[in-house]
Each structure stands twice: as structure tokens, then as C-alpha cells.
């Protein structure tokens, strides 16, 4: 079991990496079954993202919580740390004992992490459009005429490379909200998200759904806990038993129902 004060060192670390939003409060102890470990996210609704109370929420954070109960773990939404996608990524790749989510369990990332779940089922992405741009996609080659946003570090950035777009021709910000903006603003043609996370950021920011839409879909893979590597077996083995027999629950159906 990782002593208390490595278990504080990685805390903390986490903690003053972040540059943006950032959740946290007094580590896990070493006693809990899962202490020995960080939670790391992002802004990714609906599977994680603050809402308009400041208070962390979303699909996979619920499941979490509820999984970490079943374990007689004292997680709670203060013990998880709110980072940009890249940042939180390199940390789970490099910092041991760091699990993130969601992330989408995907064939280039299978030797990368230990994984836990699946949290939920996977959901589409897809590239949106404004419906006045009038964009036809019908081969990815047409892809190559456009400027698209992406989440900077995102699993789609690397799809539109393998699909033949430029690197020129991405334009990538940590923010999905300063995306849907400048996709609202004609800065960029192109945005690619889950449908239901934009959907969100649209009538947060009092912009009509019916003003944009798919006009290209990403194929699409299960939500999990990417874990470091490094990280205690037994302890990754007591988060997906926990898991399993969360999903089993009346309370894991209302949550998809909830969220989906």
C-alpha cells in the first residue's frame, strides 16, 4: 500500500499542474481501498463536467460514486481533480498510480493503461457544421477542404490525421466551449464532438441545436478507466469488482436513463 505521504505528493502534484478548473480537496487516506490512487477528468459532458452550481457531475463521475460506496470508499467529487484532456492524458500515462476517465478504450491505446470497466457504452462522435455552411461530407477526402476544431490531445485529432487532414488544417484549444464559439462565429467550418456533450455547451451559451449539424461520424468504442500502468493490481481489481456489481443496481439504469 502506497504510504500517506507518497499518496499527498501525488495529490498535490496533481493539483498544481492544473491551469484550468480544478476540484480537489484532503487526499484519500492510505486505509481506504481506493487511496492509493488520483482521479483525474475533464470537461467532457455529459460523461463529466462541472455544472452551473460549481459541483462536478456527469454519467461516469455518478458511476464512479456510486461504485466507490459498494468498495467502502470515502471518494467523493472533492477527491477528483478537473484537468484539460492532454494534461490529465500525459499524467495517466507517466504519473503511476493516476486513473483517468472517460476514456475511450480504443486498439492504439489497449497497451497504453490497465483499463477499468466499461463505465457505459460508447456514444458517436461526429463533426458539426453550421446548417447555413450547407457542408457536404461524403468521403474523407472532402474533410481536407475545411478548418476544424478539435479538443488539443483528443483521440479525433488523430483520427482526422489518419483521415489525411493536415495538422494546418486543425485548429485545437483545450476548451470545447471557446470551440463551439468560434464554430458559432464562422472561425472554424468544422467541430468534432459527442453530439450530447455539444448539445449541452449550445443552450449554455443560448444557441439553437437546429443551427448546426452532423455532417460526418467518427466510429466509436466503450468508456473506461484508463489506469497507469504502474498502478496496484489489487487495487484496480477492487475498483472493477466494484464497478461490476454497481452496474448489476437499480441506481446504474437510472443513471444512464439520466444521462442518455
Known sequence: MMCMQKVGMLFLTLMLTTLSLSIGSEPLPSSDPWGQVAFVTEEYPPHNYVDDQGQLTGLSVEVILGAAKLAGSKLSRDHIVVLP?????????NMEDTLLFTTSRKPERETLFEWIGPLSKGSPSVLFARKTSQIK?????????YRIGVVRGDSLQKRLVSLGVPESALVKSHSPEELAKQLNRHDIDLWAYNPSGAEKIFQKFGLANNNFEHVYQFKFNDNYIAA?????RAVIINIQQALDKFKKTKEYKNILSKYQ
Open 85 to 93: 484532456w492532454a494534461r490529465g492524458y500525459k499524467m495517466a500515462l
Open 228 to 232: 497507469n500502468k504502474h498502478t496496484s
Open 137 to 145: 461530407i461524403k468521403a474523407p477526402s472532402d474533410l481536407l477542404n
